[in-house]
């Protein structure tokens, strides 16, 4: 019965979906005031009703309810209680609901969150998300359902993939869709502003905080995504330019590059058809996503769905919304003004080159991440597309990138003088510079690469630092968007230091251990004092007791298991880690290998600077929030002041 | 129109198109250089019996080489469909049954060999006896060394071996009656017509 409520609320929810896209944008048209105010209310009810069958789904899982094919196939009696919850998403169809729940509130945020907003801005926005849910909620429907029932009805579950048992992906996948489907709020608005032709500085102002909030979350998602696999997959890596990995980094190119240029769009007026593509791009992006992951059509560790049905469903859907997307850019972008002038140093050059550089190597990523299907396409042969020629062509991209965000930030608008800006940036250049020049020697050898790495670190770093110094000497109120934009780019400082730290200094030993033997990493020394069975509430693991020395003192024990669980005969691993503020100590363990004593293979890493990757990504992701929370984008509607300006630079 | 403003549209149909080419083709078929070579030869023990088994002994027959494990998950799903192909057709398939033993049979310490073998037999005969037997025979590749010489990549696998012992065609992953129908049953024609 409950599984029927679920699927009946997300057929109710489909057909307002369906009227949210039709009705409200056609009063828009016809400038029919009751039309465009259903535009409201069909959307909170769409979101209760989504809520509804996600709930429907959610209770299935906790009652365990074999009967439900998709319940049956994630999940199991033995499975912990919280990770029965997060089965809900732990697959294909549920991911979707999951996806179309977000979409759906965020939708819901919209309309509540959009009082100073015109109606007909507002019907428009609404009406364009409505017409993205139906594509969802449809594919749910023809190709996905999740309360597709079983029978005969199995007595137990075939139980969670045992990777996605873990804190860290529980909320992984939710996050990383908050951030894909918030793209879909500024794509909304670029719609929107398209249609009617409004592409102004009051668009640009009502998109940012809705922008820098959904690059927030994508920041955060795929930040923990990063986190797990660093310590879940057990190879110590934290990026793999593994396609869904691209998919996710896409998206936030774009979005970054996004952020950037409505800011001067909203200040100046410039940029609006770039900025407009760039919000349909980074929507696309989040699409593409989407269907790479969904349709299997690239190969990867992630995309657990190959059914051709689904690849051509979402196929069609990509080529519609993005088909038609560009269409309307390409109709109505050739009619809009261009905006003040800018000289060849001012703020608004620097943050072109931003965006051209993200778009770059976004272009970059899209095309490593699809070559090999281009290649197999053309029936030119199979290949694969790994790191090397990622950070080949990613590395130098991010040297100029990290390089004019500092004289971005300071530079003034419309014309910046280059001598003031030397003058200005001279003693933070120097220090930067000696940094490089000293630092690696303190942490072992030094290389070119190292020092570039610690010289733009330090330069954004130092960039930021002096920048709100200066500003906190001079009075007045200082807005949330200064001090998040700071907070994001000493985040970005802290990881890129962090990614150098790592790259340049990591130690890797592996080892054949048995029990009482060491390895040492200097200074530390790792010592395999005990080897136990232990059992979980799903699982059975052989878990390692390793020490580690440090001047012959046991500074930590670190207990790596190595765990099978009952359903699945793939045996999972679980490193330890013992995290400090400057390195990690990294554990992981393999296979009992053959001998007469017994002995275990052993992955033994000294990680400098990890915990900083996520220091900065943090950084970041609250540096987005504060930006996105400043009083100002709060404020009432566009105060006459700034449409005069507007007037002004427009026709100047 | 202003032609720039179409760029992106013109570069975005492109992308359409390699995608939906892109989803005709499988990107776990991994083309085996092994095709259309002598399929290497072994001698291994087997499932049932003392004389080991080597391809050559299938000289002049059609045959299918089949690569699974009892602890192999996508094998068990296939398993039926070999159960009704080899009661259907007269072409033997030969079972590689592939390191049956692993690491966490040995959490209690090292196993010899001849306990190894033992144990495989056990666990193997068991699981056919239950779940059907499609295999003429099956041979045991405990330390896998004819896995590497078949480039096994993944369990389950199976190899089309035609009368002069050439490898003819390579699946890797689990058969599917569509694969079958459409794509193995001819080949089988015409390597045994040839």
């Keep these: 019965m409950i599984p029927e409520l679920g699927q009946f609320a997300l057929i109710l929810a489909t057909m307002l979906a369906l009227l949210l896209g039709i009705l409200p944008m056609w009063g828009a048209v016809n400038r029919n005031i009751v039309w465009q105010s259903l535009a409201r209310p069909a959307a909170f009810l769409q979101f209760a009703l989504v809520v509804l069958s996600f709930a429907c789904l959610a209770a299935s899982f906790l009652s365990n309810d074999f009967s439900v094919k998709y319940v049956a196939e994630h999940s199991n009696r033995l499975l912990p209680r919280a990770y029965q919850f997060a089965a809900v998403w732990g697959g294909h169809e549920g991911s979707l609901l999951l996806w179309v729940l977000m979409l759906t509130g965020w939708t819901a945020a919209v309309a509540l969150f959009s009082q100073s907003l015109p109606l007909n801005m507002v019907a428009r926005v609404l009406g364009v998300l409505g017409l993205v849910a139906v594509g969802f909620m449809a594919f749910i429907l023809i190709t996905s359902n999740p309360f597709d029932r079983l029978f005969p009805i199995p007595a137990d579950g075939r139980d969670l993939n045992p990777l996605l048992q873990d804190p860290g992906l529980v909320i992984h996948p939710p996050m990383l869709y908050m951030g894909y489907v918030g793209m879909s709020v500024a794509f909304a608005f670029a719609i929107a502003a398209l249609i009617s032709g409004r592409l102004d500085a009051a668009w640009a102002r009502w998109s940012r905080p809705w922008t820098v909030i959904a690059w927030s979350f994508l920041t955060f998602g795929i930040g923990l995504g990063s986190w797990w696999a660093y310590y879940e997959l057990g190879w110590g890596g934290w990026w793999f330019w593994d396609p869904v990995e691209n998919a996710s980094l896409m998206p936030w190119l774009v979005g970054t590059a996004l952020i950037h240029s409505l800011m001067v769009t909203e200040k100046r007026g410039s940029f609006k058809a770039w900025t407009v593509l760039l919000a349909i791009a980074a929507f696309s992006l989040s699409l593409l996503g989407t269907f790479l992951v969904r349709s299997g059509v690239l190969t990867s560790v992630h995309a657990f769905a190959t059914d051709p049905a689904r690849g051509i469903f979402v196929l069609c859907f990509l080529a519609i919304v993005i088909g038609a997307s560009l269409t309307l850019f390409a109709w109505r972008a050739p009619a809009v003004t261009l905006g003040g002038s800018m000289g060849l140093v001012s703020r608004e050059s620097f943050l072109l080159l931003n965006s051209v550089l993200l778009v770059v190597a976004t272009g970059a990523v899209l095309l490593g991440t699809l070559y090999p299907l281009i290649i197999d396409a053309l029936n030119l042969g199979k290949l694969s597309v790994g790191p090397p020629y990622f950070n080949l062509v990613f590395a130098p991209l991010m040297v100029p990138l990290l390089f004019v965000l500092v004289p971005g930030t300071v530079a003034h608008w419309r014309e910046a003088r280059l001598n003031d800006m030397v003058l200005r940036l001279r003693w933070i250049a120097l220090a930067a510079f000696l940094l490089a020049i000293g630092l690696p020697f303190l942490f072992g050898e030094w290389s070119a690469g190292t020092a570039l790495g610690v010289f733009l670190g330090m330069w954004v770093a130092l960039g930021s630092l002096q920048h709100v110094v200066e500003r906190i000497r001079k009075p007045g109120r200082i807005g949330g968007s200064f001090w998040g934009m700071h907070l994001a780019h000493f985040g970005m400082a802290v990881l890129v230091l962090g990614i150098t730290g790592v790259k340049s200094f990591e130690v890797e030993r592996d080892v054949r251990m048995a029990l009482g033997d060491t390895v040492t990493i200097a200074p530390y020394t790792f010592r395999l004092a005990d080897m136990v069975d232990v059992k979980g509430p799903n699982y059975k693991a052989m878990q390692a007791h390793v020490e580690v020395l440090k001047n012959d003192q046991v500074i930590e024990v670190l207990y790596p298991e190595k765990r099978r669980y009952f359903s699945s005969a793939m045996p999972m691993t679980e490193a330890a880690i013992d995290s400090g503020v400057l390195r990690d100590l990294y554990v992981s363990l393999g296979d009992p290998l053959p001998g007469d004593t017994p002995s275990w293979s052993m992955r033994v890493y000294y990680k400098p600077f990890v915990p900083w990757l996520w220091a900065g990504v943090l950084m970041m992701v609250f540096g987005g929030v504060l930006a996105a929370l400043d009083r100002r984008y709060r404020r009432g509607s566009v105060s006459p002041l700034q449409t005069a300006g507007e007037a002004l630079s427009s026709a100047s | ?194």
């Design chain 2, 1 to 194: 129109m202003n032609k720039k403003f179409l760029i992106p549209l013109g570069l975005f149909a492109a992308l359409v198109v390699f995608l939906a080419v892109g989803l005709t083709r499988d990107p776990r078929e991994i083309p085996s250089p092994l095709v259309g070579k002598a399929a290497p030869d072994f001698s291994l023990p087997v499932l049932a019996g003392d004389k080991p088994f080597s391809p050559a002994d299938m000289n002049g027959k059609v045959w299918l080489f089949n690569v699974w494990a009892t602890w192999c998950v996508a094998c068990r799903e296939e398993h039926p469909l070999l159960v009704e192909f080899s009661k259907n057709s007269k072409v033997p398939v030969v079972g590689l049954s592939y390191k049956e033993i692993q690491p966490q049979d040995m959490a209690n310490g090292p196993m010899k060999d001849a306990e190894k073998l033992q144990l495989a037999r056990e666990r193997s005969l068991r699981f056919l006896q239950r779940q059907g037997n499609p295999y003429s025979l099956s041979v045991l590749d405990l330390d896998g060394r004819v896995g590497i010489d078949y480039g096994v990549y993944g369990v389950p696998e199976t190899y089309l071996i035609d009368k002069q012992g050439v490898i003819r065609y390579k699946r890797i992953g689990p058969l599917t009656p569509q694969l079958l129908q459409d794509t193995l049953l001819p080949l089988i024609q015409k390597w045994e017509a040839s």
